[in-house]
């Protein structure tokens, strides 16, 4: 989102009334939830040239998917050394360096970076002519390479992944010292420096393979529509569509950050982006401070698992697997929509509950107006789509969609992208895409840790031999683990980790493959909303000025259906679009439909009325029967639906009654 659609947007606020939240209060909110935002305020030079770095970047990643015949490992090379780069001389050491200069050692470190990077993608051919013999040299670097990764990725990403991934190498390097069913032969230093600096199964594996081709360009697609104002759009379209309905800003919170997720990477800043519009919006019609939050933190997340544009880990799912990014896009849409359907039904019985109104139809944009100014900038989100169904590479579709957003951009003079803009944007797609690079980075070091020791066998078995070999309590402890990990680390690095490990248990209980690593992104996605670490969660929290734990467990129990859809598809995988028959795959969204329904009731304490803790139980009870596709669960899933609306139908006649004679 552009400075100039911030201004517009705070202006639109302050003319229906509403308190708005500046630009600096949001960024300084981002900052303090989100490490990626933490980022210094560069001048004159140093500017100067990290605004270079950026752009070439860009630049680099733009020829490599249109004209470029690079190796792909020695992509990754130049891919990792741009991100060390802007890294070291964005962020600062600690959160008290923000709004310092980078220093001498800052400049020192971004040079070590470019030339480790630069001494592999050069003496990498002569090594592996010599069958993968290594030097003193070539492992003295690589260990400054493991150093400086894993520093990089503290900066910008946090604590958490680095110190996972030193335990990692710990693991591998002290197997024989370990006990039980961990013990392994373990490998020497050199050997481990080896596999994670020389071997395509480490620091320069898959992971940051996707983060170079697909990641990056999708990002830098993400940074082009908002320079063109497409964020804009979103949002005014929203306020149209479902601004005048009951809650409706929470519905408007709902379109907007979905929209604005599937290009956006992190739900924190996602949160930030909609939320400094929605959440003083829907404070003003009556939602409790909390509970807007909550709404903004849950539809910001969930943008991460709405196709087209999925979150950084679908791409890297599409690699693991070996699958058309098509067919995870396909995979994920009827569990995306069930997860927003949750959502919206949570919020409107809210509102109804409360007796919530819209906002006035007067003070809301017009669809049409709105469409006939800036739709043409939909036409390369199309071009998009049809490009990715038509199994095209993400690369190439995401390359031309960026040339068509160029062009389309020209159709309207308010626009319009001129060299500023353009140059604006490369930078901006580039200083995105670090975290998400540099993430990666570090995961291929656990990846390398797990390959050459056997780790991921090791811990399915035992997940195996905690559940009983038994379906329900492997996906259990698949979740847990999915939620841990994802503990203040960015979603791709989660679900790397997660899918590495947990995904093989549930494999070899006979779950399809596709649908295994579909779980665990979920879990790592929703990590983003599950407190003790809920970033997401608590970005809302101080928009909205509201205790963050309570905007956190508000958020869990808004997204209470969402932790269930998982567990919904690994039952019906027709779900997941696993069925040749369209029959049954409409049988089981329409059981599913019903079933989140009868959750977000009993979630809300409210139905056609207020309900009463029989009927509160009686529909939990629906929703998880209606969870199974069987016809006999739906058949009493229903009837306990039945039951309960027949019971609130008749209790309403009967105080609609009463309240006739009495006014009679």
């Known amino acids: 989102m552009t400075e100039e659609d911030k201004s517009q947007e705070i202006a639109t606020l302050k003319e229906m009334g509403v308190s708005a939240l500046g630009t600096e209060d949001a960024d300084e909110i981002l900052r303090k939830f989100d490490a990626e935002a933490r980022v210094r305020k560069l001048d004159g030079f140093a500017s100067k040239i990290l605004t270079g770095v950026a752009v070439l970047m860009s630049v680099f990643h733009l020829y490599m998917a249109g004209l470029g015949t690079m190796p792909t490992n020695k992509q990754r090379m130049l891919h990792l050394a741009f991100t060390l780069v802007i890294i070291f001389l964005s962020y600062p050491f600690s959160k008290k360096g923000s709004k310092k200069g980078a220093s001498i050692i800052d400049f020192m470190l971004a040079a070590v970076g470019l030339i480790v990077n630069l001494y592999i993608f050069f003496a990498i051919d002569d090594i592996s002519a010599k069958a993968g013999l290594v030097t003193q040299t070539d492992i003295i670097l690589g260990t400054i390479t493991i150093v400086i990764v894993l520093e990089a990725a503290r900066r910008c990403v946090g604590y958490e992944l680095p110190l996972l991934a030193i335990a990692f190498l710990a693991y591998a390097y002290l197997g024989p010292y370990l006990p039980g069913d961990l013990m392994h032969r373990g490998y020497s230093f050199e050997r481990l420096v080896d596999h994670m600096f020389i071997s395509a199964e480490g620091i320069y594996g898959i992971a940051l393979g996707v983060s170079s081709t697909f990641i990056f360009l999708f990002i830098l697609f993400g940074a082009f529509l908002g320079a063109t104002g497409l964020s804009e759009l979103f949002t005014n379209a929203s306020l149209a569509i479902a601004g005048h309905k009951p809650g409706g800003p929470a519905k408007v919170a709902i379109i907007a950050s979905g929209l604005l997720g599937m290009i956006n990477g992190s739900a924190a800043a996602n949160v930030v982006t909609t939320g400094a519009f929605t959440i003083p919006l829907m404070k003003h019609v009556g939602y409790q401070a ?375």
Request: aromatic content about 8%; charged content about 10%.
């Open 290 to 664: 909390h509970f807007a939050g909550a709404v903004e933190a849950v539809a910001s997340t969930g943008g991460q698992i709405m196709p087209p544009v999925m979150g950084a880990a679908a791409f890297i799912m599409a690699e693991f697997l070996g699958i058309p990014y098509k067919t995870v896009m396909i995979t994920a849409l009827i569990p995306a929509i069930l997860y927003y359907l949750a959502v919206w039904i949570n919020v409107d019985l809210e509102a109804r509950k409360l007796g919530l109104k819209g906002l006035p139809k007067d003070q809301l944009p017009d669809a049409k107006a709105e469409l006939k100014k800036s739709g043409h900038l939909l036409l390369p989100i199309v071009l998009l789509m049809y490009l990715l169904l038509a199994d095209y590479t993400p690369a190439y579709s995401a390359f031309y969609s960026i040339l068509a957003l160029v062009a389309v951009s020209f159709f309207k003079k308010h626009t319009r992208m001129n060299l500023k803009s353009l140059i604006i944007s490369l930078d901006s797609g580039a200083r995105q895409a670090v975290g998400v690079a540099v993430a990666c980075a570090v995961v291929g070091i656990i990846v390398g840790v797990v390959s050459i020791t056997g780790l991921g066998l090791q811990l399915a078995n035992m997940i195996l031999m905690l559940s009983g070999g038994l379906l329900i309590p492997t996906l259990f402890l698949t979740m847990v683990a999915c939620m841990i990990m994802g503990m203040g680390m960015p979603t791709s690095a989660a679900y790397i980790v997660a899918g590495t490990v947990a995904a093989p248990a549930m494999v070899n209980l006979g779950v399809d493959p596709i649908v295994a690593h579909m779980f665990v992104l979920y879990y790592a996605v929703l990590s983003a909303i599950t407190p003790p670490v809920a970033l997401a969660a608590y970005a809302g929290a101080g928009i909205a000025n509201a205790p963050p734990s309570k905007v956190g467990w508000t958020a869990v129990r808004l997204g209470l259906a969402g932790f269930i859809v998982p567990f919904m598809f690994v039952f019906s995988p027709a779900l997941c679009a696993q069925s040749d028959s369209l029959l049954i795959i409409f049988r089981c969204l329409a059981t599913a439909t019903i079933g989140i329904y009868c959750l977000a009731c009993s979630i809300q304490g409210y139905m056609l009325k207020n309900t009463d803790y029989l009927e509160r139980a009686l529909l939990f009870a629906s929703a998880l029967l209606l969870i199974d596709g069987g016809v006999i669960t739906d058949a009493a899933g229903f009837g306990l639906l039945a039951i309960v609306w027949v019971k609130q139908k008749a209790s309403s006649k009967k105080a609609a009654a009463l309240q006739t004679a009495a006014t009679e």
